[in-house]
């Protein structure tokens, strides 16, 4: 009996005029003496050259139907003569199509061809798929650029590796075409009615390349919230033509904002994020103070006082410090603005008044500076503080922790930490662009112009 089997591949092909033709694509054998299962179905390399040839077929006949319809003259309608034939390089997720193209004569009766109207013009307009751009735009956003061109040989058929310039490259082309339709973008009317749009704004600071005007540069990032729609994410950096307020300004709008609505923003106090949000809403705004950033000064407090709080020999005016410092949190937390100045005040005099605080070691000195911070924290944002008891129990948010974990996926999964590398801020901005758009599914959902 024999054991030797052979799998034929080929594909049909079915023209405009309905005739058919078949193409046979590839021949696989196998084996039934000593099987394993490494020889069970395809490998990876011969799912690569079938994919790459049944591409070069299937592109080599669309070019050759696009062609046919382009032979009739559009005037007379008679077929034109064969000039010469050229080829074409368009580069696919499934390897590089080599097509042939055809040259037509000029018509008897003294037309030429219009520029842009050619089926074959309109379907060979570019040098690389829609597709393959995206999937390069994801992965060098996702990875850095020689690792994302070391996954493509890896899993899609080409004749050649991939070059590292060439996703970066391309990666540019989608994040400007992602920034260009995200700006254009219309009003869309909300499904929640007039509840408030929220902001939740925090930045981060990356490593500039040699040469440029400092050592870092802030990137502004956060994410849009509204009731009824999916979270939008956003990230900007500086000296970019399309600024912060405009990136800001973009996701708020595709989230269903509209002049006038109210707008709830969530930060750590810095006055310029709040200023990105104000140019692009060009209204006031309701701002509030991050309760993890307001906590963590407390919790610095805290710390210092357990330090000192069993030393012997505590006079009144320490004691009189320890009534307040547990004090703090109740009051902050509760919205008591002004009660909480209050008693920093008390406290810093107090120590002001410790017999021996110029004297003092460095645990009790260190105790004032953090009272003194604290009470210049909140002298300027005594605004933003809100009753963050009472948001909390119903529901609404207290922090700008949305803005943290956007940080986190955006900036320092691909620019910091481990990763040792450095950025321009144009390089930065559009990295940034193609990841906020993966994360939220928009990469795929955008009808970018890719291929012109």
Request: some cysteine.
């Amino acid at each position: 009996m024999a054991s030797h089997l052979k799998m034929i591949i080929s594909v049909e092909l079915v023209g405009i005029d309905g005739v058919s033709q078949r193409c046979e694509i590839a021949k696989v054998d196998r084996s039934l003496d000593g099987a394993r299962l490494n020889n069970f179905g395809l490998s990876l390399e011969e799912a690569k050259d079938i994919q790459r040839r049944l591409q070069q077929e299937l592109t080599q006949f669309q070019t050759d139907q696009a062609a046919q319809r382009d032979r009739k003259c559009q005037d007379c309608n008679r077929r034109r003569s064969v000039h010469d034939s050229r080829y074409r390089t368009i580069h696919s997720l499934f390897g590089s199509c080599h097509v042939r193209v055809p040259r037509w004569c000029r018509c008897a009766c003294g037309s030429t061809a219009r520029l842009g109207t050619g089926c074959v013009e309109t379907l060979l307009n570019g040098r690389a798929t829609p597709e393959l751009e995206r999937i390069q735009a994801e992965l060098g956003s996702r990875l850095s650029f020689r690792e994302a061109a070391r996954v493509l040989d890896i899993f899609v058929p080409a004749t050649r590796p991939h070059n590292h310039r060439t996703v970066s490259n391309r990666l540019g082309k989608v994040a400007d075409q992602i920034e260009k339709w995200d700006v254009a973008g219309p009003y869309r009317i909300s499904r929640a009615g007039k509840s408030p749009v929220s902001v939740f704004i925090d930045g981060a600071y990356i490593r500039a390349v040699p040469g440029y005007q400092s050592r870092h540069f802030e990137i502004a990032m956060g994410r849009v919230v509204a009731q009824g729609r999916a979270p939008r994410q956003f990230a900007g950096a500086p000296n970019i033509a399309t600024g912060k307020h405009d990136i800001v300004r973009a996701a708020m709008r595709a989230q269903g904002w509209l002049p006038g609505r109210d707008v709830t923003v969530f930060s750590d106090g810095e006055v310029g994020l709040q200023s990105i949000v104000l140019s692009a809403t060009r209204q006031p705004v309701t701002h509030i103070l991050d309760w993890f950033h307001l906590s963590m000064r407390l919790r610095h407090i805290e710390q210092a006082w357990e330090g000192i709080r069993h030393l012997q020999n505590l006079d009144v005016y320490l004691q009189s410090v320890a009534v307040h410092v547990p004090r703090l949190r109740y009051l902050l937390w509760s919205g008591y603005v002004r009660e909480a100045s209050e008693a920093v005040k008390q406290m810093l005099g107090q120590l002001d008044q410790h017999l021996g605080f110029h004297d003092a070691p460095g645990k009790l000195r260190r105790l004032y500076e953090l009272i003194n911070n604290l009470g210049t924290y909140l002298g300027q944002n005594a605004a933003s503080i809100v009753n963050y008891c009472r948001r909390y129990w119903s529901g609404q948010p207290i922090s700008s922790s949305p803005a943290e974990s956007v940080a986190n996926s955006l900036v320092n999964a691909r620019m910091n930490k481990k990763r040792q590398m450095r950025w321009t801020p144009i390089g930065a901005h559009r990295v940034l662009q193609v990841r906020a758009a993966v994360a939220d599914g928009r990469l795929k959902q955008a009808k970018l112009d890719l291929a012109a």
